[in-house]
C-alpha cells in the first residue's frame, strides 16, 4: 500500500462521508420555516372561512364537484370591503403562550 | 407541425375561485403552510361548520395592541350572519389567541368551552404546531357546540 493509497483510504475517503453528511444535514433550509414560539411572524394576515354548504362558489357552475373541492383551502386576503355587522354580545376566550 | 396545438392560455379565474386555486404555486411567495397542513385546516373548519351550523372562520395575523377589540372588529367583519360566527384569531407573533362567539353561537359554545379549547391550542402553539393546535381546537368546540336543532334547507 502506497502512501498515496493511504492516504486516499484513511483520510480522503472518510473526509468525503463526512462532508455528504453535513451538505445534507447543515445547509440552509429554503423550504418555509416552521413556526417557533418567540419567533417574530412576518407573514401577511390571512383568513380562512369554511366552505359552503354546497360547494365554493355557489352559481358559478357546476363543475366543481363537492370532493374535489375539499382539499382546496378557502383563503381570503383581508377582511376589508366587507360590511361591519355586530353579532350581538359577544362571548369568547383569550389565551397566551 | 404542432403549431396548431399551441394555443393561448386564458387565465379563467374569477374573482371568487382566484384565491382557492392551489395549482398556481409561484403567485405566492408567502406561504405559512404547506398544502398538507393547508388541507387539514380546510377539512377542519369546513367539517366543524358543516356539523354545528355556525360559521367558523380562522384569522392568522397580527391583532395590533387591543388584540381583544381587534378581534371582535374582526368578527364583524368576517361575513355571513356575525350572530352565528365564531371566530378563532391568531396572532403568532404576539403569542395570543382570541375566540369571538357572536350571541347565537355562545348560547351553544359557553365561554367556558372556549376558554378549554383555547386552553389545548395554546398547548399545541406552545410547541410550535401551530395547524394542530387549530384543528384540535376547531375538534373540540365543534364537538361543545353539538348539532343544532334544526337545520335549515334539510
Redesign the interface.
Known sequence: MTVVETLLVFAAAPLAVVLLLAALTLRPDRTRSRYRPGQPWEHEAVWYEPHAEHGPAAGHGGGHSGGHGGARPALEAGATGRPARSGGPLGGARGTW | MTSFLQAESHDTA?E??A??R?DEGTDHP??????RE??R???A??M???ETGL????????LGKA??AR?????????G?????V?IAV????????????????RR???RA??L???S???S????D?VGGLVNGLRQLSDQAGHPWRRP?H
Open positions: 374569477t371568487a375561485t384565491p382557492a392551489v408567502d406561504r405559512i403552510f404547506s398544502y393547508l388541507a385546516l380546510d377539512e373548519l369546513t366543524s361548520s358543516r360559521r367558523f372562520t380562522l384569522y392568522i395575523g397580527d388584540t381583544r378581534a371582535e372588529e374582526l368578527h364583524a367583519s368576517s361575513g350572519d356575525p350572530a352565528e360566527s371566530l396572532s403568532p407573533g404576539q403569542r395570543v389567541v382570541e375566540v369571538v362567539t357572536g350571541a347565537a353561537a355562545a359554545l359557553p365561554d372556549c376558554a379549547a383555547v386552553l391550542m395554546t398547548g402553539f406552545a410547541g410550535g401551530l334547507g
